[in-house]
């Protein structure tokens, strides 16, 4: 599989904080929101569409075995840390982070979706 520019941008917006635990955990806080919506659509066709197993590991965060998604609480705790951690100073390039993160995804989004109906 090689992966689209798109996925890729997609992984470096997670990868590319590492080094800066007040945007690790911004990028985590933001992805826990809003990818949380997607997970049971992604793990039902993930596995519907290809051979895949999806009953362990990455397909399977916040799915329940009856295919629902659970919120387990992980996008509150992040928000709680990095509330503790975050100053006014930060304020202007971790919004800065979030709208740039915000338009990769969409970017990532749209191209699976171009992908999915092709």
Known sequence: HKPSKEAIAARATFE???????????????????????????????????????????????VEEDG????????????????QGVTPDDYAELEENVISWLDCWYQFCDKALEIAVA
């Open 68 to 83: 629902h998604s659970i919120e387990d609480d992980h996008s509150m705790d992040t928000w709680m840390l990095l509330c």
């Open 16 to 62: 590319d904080q590492y080094g800066s635990y007040l945007k690790t955990l911004t990028v985590l806080a933001l992805a826990e929101n809003i990818f949380d919506k997607f997970a049971t659509p992604w793990a039902d066709n993930i596995s519907k569409s290809t051979d895949l197993e999806t009953s362990e590991g990455y397909h399977t965060i916040h």
